[in-house]
């Protein structure tokens, strides 16, 4: 009988299948397992990225993906891309759609195109029945307006690699989203993602990596993966003055209830 792991963790929110993890995925994925990341969700932001991460997620059984046209993609958003992404996004080991949003921070796209896609896709993941994954950058107001006008979202949505105030955390959850923590956490001067952490209610948090990006301390420099979430969790872990085994088993109850991944893949029941 295989030993199961003390704990088990669920990357939220990956790029594995973009470069440089990409060419050594195998092993990426392999040295997750080693650190207890059993699953992963791999993010395409436009259609042909989205193609490369169905491909991954196709070929590993505990990888998932989730697909959608990100803010910085959105001038190409046209109608023929987004009905791309919606085949793409019918294929069973698509569990989310997104990454979707605003983002003013660097504007790669017009406000005005940003605006157009996000809405449209907002519809677009309804149709389908999938939760939405949300990227929001310097434009929390404008993002959660229209997400609170676009309410209900009956699939539930997540608000990935939060970097808003507390105010806009207590108005991801008044829409019944989830809120995925990255390395920041770990983040010498980043006390006010600390601090919303401590608060947040224990059935609505995520953790993610956002690898290649953003890697915790003490890896920064480094292309991030998700054996590196480790770190991440028990920096939470510590903020929340509870430890590793609980925040896992918290945070992959989560992730299983918000993507309807297979419970038993991960150790869990009544799911």
Same mark, same amino acid.
């Given at each position: 009988m295989t030993e199961q792991p003390e704990y088990t963790l669920i990357d939220s929110h990956a790029h594995i299948h973009m470069d440089p993890l990409y060419e050594q995925v195998d092993r990426?994925?392999?040295?997750?397992?080693? &650190?207890? @990341?059993?699953?992963?969700?791999?993010?395409?932001?436009?259609? &042909?990225?989205?193609?490369?991460?169905?491909?991954?997620?196709? +070929?590993?059984?505990?990888?998932?993906? @989730?697909?959608?046209?990100?803010?910085?993609?959105?001038?190409?958003?046209?109608?023929?891309?987004?009905? +791309?992404?919606? &085949?793409?996004?019918?294929? %069973? =080991?698509?569990?989310?759609?997104?990454?979707?949003?605003?983002?003013?921070?660097?504007?790669?796209? %017009?406000?005005?195109?940003?605006?157009?896609?996000?809405? =449209?896709?907002?519809?677009?993941?309804?149709?389908?029945?999938?939760? @939405?994954?949300?990227?929001?950058?310097?434009?929390?107001?404008?993002?959660?307006?229209?997400?609170?006008?676009?309410?209900?979202? %009956?699939?539930?949505? @997540?608000?990935?690699?939060?970097?808003?105030?507390?105010?806009?955390?207590?108005?991801?959850?008044?829409l019944g989203f989830y809120i995925s923590i990255p390395g920041t956490v770990t983040y010498k001067k980043n006390d006010a993602l600390r601090d919303i952490v401590k608060s947040l209610p224990e059935g609505r948090i995520l953790l993610e990596t956002d690898c290649p990006f953003l890697s915790p301390e003490p890896l920064r420099g480094k292309d991030n993966e998700p054996a590196y979430m480790t770190h991440t969790a028990a920096k939470v872990a510590?903020?929340?003055? +509870?430890?590793l085994k609980t925040i896992a088993e918290v945070t992959t109850r989560n992730a299983v209830t918000l993507f309807r991944l297979p419970s038993a893949e991960f150790g869990l029941a009544g799911v």
């Open positions: 990426v994925v392999h040295r997750a397992e080693a &650190e207890n @990341v059993r699953g992963i969700i791999t993010v395409g932001i436009e259609p &042909e990225d989205a193609r490369r991460a169905l491909s991954v997620a196709e +070929t590993y059984p505990r990888v998932f993906a @989730v697909l959608g046209i990100h803010p910085h993609n959105a001038k190409e958003g046209d109608d023929n891309a987004l009905a +791309t992404m919606e &085949e793409l996004a019918g294929r %069973p =080991k698509v569990v989310g759609y997104g990454e979707i949003g605003l983002d003013f921070f660097r504007n790669w796209s %017009p406000r005005d195109a940003q605006l157009r896609v996000f809405r =449209k896709q907002i519809s677009l993941a309804k149709r389908l029945g999938l939760p @939405v994954v949300i990227h929001l950058r310097s434009a929390y107001d404008e993002g959660l307006g229209i997400l609170e006008h676009e309410a209900p979202f %009956p699939a539930g949505g @997540v608000i990935h690699c939060f970097s808003g105030d507390r105010n806009d955390a207590e108005r991801a959850l008044a510590q903020v929340r003055n +509870t430890d």
